[in-house]
């Protein structure tokens, strides 16, 4: 019951943040490079690294809630999904971008450190301590890895159109293709060394 709840409330916490900013950010334009159109501005919102790799956790967590002895391979792919990538999200956050990236009220300022801090934290706890394990192999890492190029795919197409990148490290318009897709492989392969370090984990925990 304990396990339950505690995804239920992780998942519940990710969608109401995510929905408070889809909200904000589909009335308001911030900044003059966002999209002026709303739709624009939530596709723009979606595809943000963070955003996805959010809801990916808190769709994991959901299931988590009303099946804990799940064992379907789609449920494995969007769970390494969202585990890697808010581990991804907390440390290239605060180690890159939390310099340059100011929230502009007091709502965004709070669903920023959730998004970047708090869930993924729980997240991550709430895995490691509970599991499920036996989750993660090969093919689950490899579908994991496709799914991440797909995005990697949908950004440059995106920003090839529009002039829009959701990070400064990957804005072809600032940076040039060479350094953006260095960078993308950069993160590639820092994701499959975290997918194959959870799996790890994974195996050890599950003897336990």
């Known amino acids: 019951m304990l396990k339950r709840s505690v995804n239920l409330f992780i998942a519940l916490f990710a969608i109401i943040i995510i929905a408070m900013e889809t909200y904000i950010y589909c009335h308001t334009r911030f900044r003059p490079w966002q999209p002026s159109s709303s739709i624009g501005r939530l596709v723009y919102y979606y595809s943000f690294f963070t955003v996805l790799s959010n809801l990916m956790l808190a769709l994991s967590c959901f299931w988590l809630a ?8 789609s449920f494995k ?3 390494l999904n969202g585990l890697v990538g808010v581990i991804i999200t907390i440390i290239i956050y605060n180690l890159v971008l939390r310099s340059i990236h100011n929230p502009p009220n007091t709502l965004l300022k709070i669903a920023n450190e959730s998004l ?3 869930i993924p934290i729980l997240g991550v706890l709430s895995w490691f301590i509970w599991g499920p394990f036996r989750r993660i192999n090969v093919k689950v890492i490899v579908g994991s890895l496709l799914s991440m190029i797909g995005y990697g795919v949908y950004i440059f197409i995106r920003g090839y159109y529009t002039n829009q990148y959701p990070y400064p490290f990957i804005n072809v318009v600032q ?5 953006a897709l260095f960078a993308v492989s950069k993160i590639f392969l820092f994701f499959l060394g975290l997918a194959f370090l959870c799996w790890a984990i994974d195996c050890l925990r599950s003897r336990k």
Do not use: E, K, T
Not at 66 to 73: D, E, I, S
């Open 66 to 73: 009303a099946n804990p002895n799940c064992h379907r391979y």
């Open 77 to 79: 792919v969007i769970r």
């Open 116 to 118: 970047h801090v708090v």
């Open 175 to 179: 940076v040039g293709y060479f350094q």
